[in-house]
C-alpha cells in the first residue's frame, strides 16, 4: 500500500494562516469540498448522492468547465450548494506571472458572478459567499495569494486529501484517507472530475453512511 499523508501536518498550517485550512468548531461538521468540475455525470451523480443523505458541500470550479455546463453548475446552486473559484483553466500558479493569474482568477469570478445573477434565485443569493478561492494543486505563488487577498478572496485550503484523482490509491484506501484523518472541523478534498471517478464513486456514499451514523452533518463554506 503506497503510504500517503492524507491529513495536512500542523506545522504546515503555522506557515499560512491566513489560509483557511479547517474550520474551528467542536460540533459534529465536516466540510465536503469538490474541485475541478462541473463535469457531465460525474457532478450530476455527486449531487445525487448528496440529496439522499441531506448533505451539503463547497464546489471549486473551473471557469471554462462553468462555461461548458451551465445547467450543471446552476444545478449545484439550486440544490444549496456553495460555489468556489478554481482559476479559469486549472492554471498552475508557480508557472504563471502574479498579473495573469490573477486576471485569470478574476475572468472566473465573473462566470460564477453571471451564472448566479442571471439564476432563478439571485436574490437570496450572497455573491460575496462566492469568493472563495482554492489554487489549482495547492500550490501558487506568495505575491498571488496577497493580491487575491486584497481583492477579497479566501483562500480555503483543507485538513484532509482523499487522493481521490491518484490511480495508485486504491478505493479502500481512498476511503482510509478520509476516515482515518477527519475530525470536527475538517475540510476534505474530493474531485468530481473523469479522473477521480472511480475512487469518488466508491468512497463518497460511504463516507456520507459512516459520519451520518456517528452524528455528523456536512456543511457549505459559506
Not at 451539503?56 to 450548494?81: P, W, Y
Not at 496577497?146 to 478505493?171: A, C, F, N, R
Request: aromatic share 14%; proline share 4%; glycine share 6%.
Amino acid at each position: 500500500m503506497k503510504i500517503i499523508p492524507a491529513k495536512t501536518p500542523g506545522f504546515v498550517k503555522t506557515l499560512f494562516p491566513n489560509f483557511v485550512w479547517s474550520i474551528n468548531t467542536d460540533k459534529k461538521e465536516l466540510y465536503l469540498t469538490f474541485d475541478d468540475g462541473p463535469t457531465p455525470e460525474i457532478t450530476d451523480w455527486v449531487l445525487h448522492v448528496l440529496a439522499e443523505y441531506n448533505a451539503k458541500a463547497t464546489f471549486f470550479c473551473i471557469g471554462k468547465n462553468i462555461e461548458s455546463n451551465v445547467d450543471i453548475f446552476q444545478n449545484i446552486l439550486s440544490q444549496g450548494h456553495a460555489v468556489g473559484n478554481h482559476t479559469y483553466d486549472h492554471l498552475k500558479g508557480w508557472k504563471s506571472k502574479t498579473k495573469g493569474y490573477v486576471g485569470n482568477t478574476e475572468l472566473t469570478d465573473s462566470v460564477i458572478t453571471f451564472q448566479i445573477q442571471n439564476s432563478h434565485f439571485a436574490e437570496s443569493y450572497d455573491l460575496n459567499s462566492s469568493k472563495l478561492f482554492r489554487p489549482p494543486y495547492g500550490k501558487f505563488k506568495t505575491k498571488q495569494s496577497k493580491k487575491l487577498q486584497e481583492l477579497g478572496y479566501k483562500i480555503i485550503l483543507w485538513d484532509v486529501l482523499s487522493y481521490d484523482w491518484d490511480k495508485s490509491v486504491s478505493e479502500e484506501q481512498c476511503l482510509n484517507n478520509v476516515i482515518s484523518a477527519a475530525k470536527e472541523g475538517s475540510i476534505i478534498v474530493f474531485h468530481d472530475s473523469v479522473k477521480a471517478s472511480k475512487n469518488l464513486k466508491y468512497t463518497l456514499p460511504k463516507i456520507l453512511e459512516y459520519y451520518k451514523e456517528k452524528g455528523y452533518v456536512f456543511r457549505t463554506l459559506a
